[in-house]
Nanobody, 120 residues
Framework: QVQLVESGGGLVQPGGSLRLSCAAS????????MGWYRQAPGKQRELVAR???????NYVDSVKGRFTISRDNAKNTMYLQLNSLKPEDTAVYYC??????????????WGQGTQVTVAS
């Protein structure tokens, strides 16, 4: 079974920074696209940032210039650097990865979610 393990969430003041990590383990043939999603209280889940296996990235407009997504394919790990945090960034952040467990079988996997709270 594939598992995504997240770390790095917490409480931070406005203007502060956090780094989220997501490590994939298990029966992994290859990892395709990966991404970070978030869900704020009372709101729909939204895509924050995506990164392809080749390193191409895209971001939701509200985080452009502040967040950076990256991945280390050798470590099966993805990161999200969150800088200049704002209260509206407060949400549960979820790691997502499209993972092939054989040559023909693939599925989306999710981390457990980690709370990011931005407040004074």
């Amino acid at each position: 079974q594939v598992q995504l393990v997240e770390s790095g969430g917490g409480l931070v003041q406005p203007g502060g920074s956090l780094r989220l990590s997501c490590a994939a383990s298990g029966s992994i043939f290859s990892i395709n696209d990966m991404g970070w999603y978030r869900q704020a209280p009372g709101k729909q889940r939204e895509l924050v940032a995506r990164i392809t296996s080749g390193g191409s990235t895209n971001y939701v407009d509200s985080v452009k210039g502040r967040f950076t997504i990256s991945r280390d394919n050798a470590k099966n790990t993805m990161y999200l650097q969150l800088n200049s945090l704002k209260p509206e960034d407060t949400a549960v952040y979820y790691c997502n990865a499209n993972i092939r467990t054989s040559r023909l079988v693939y599925a989306d996997y999710w981390g457990q979610g980690t709370q990011v709270t931005v407040a004074s």
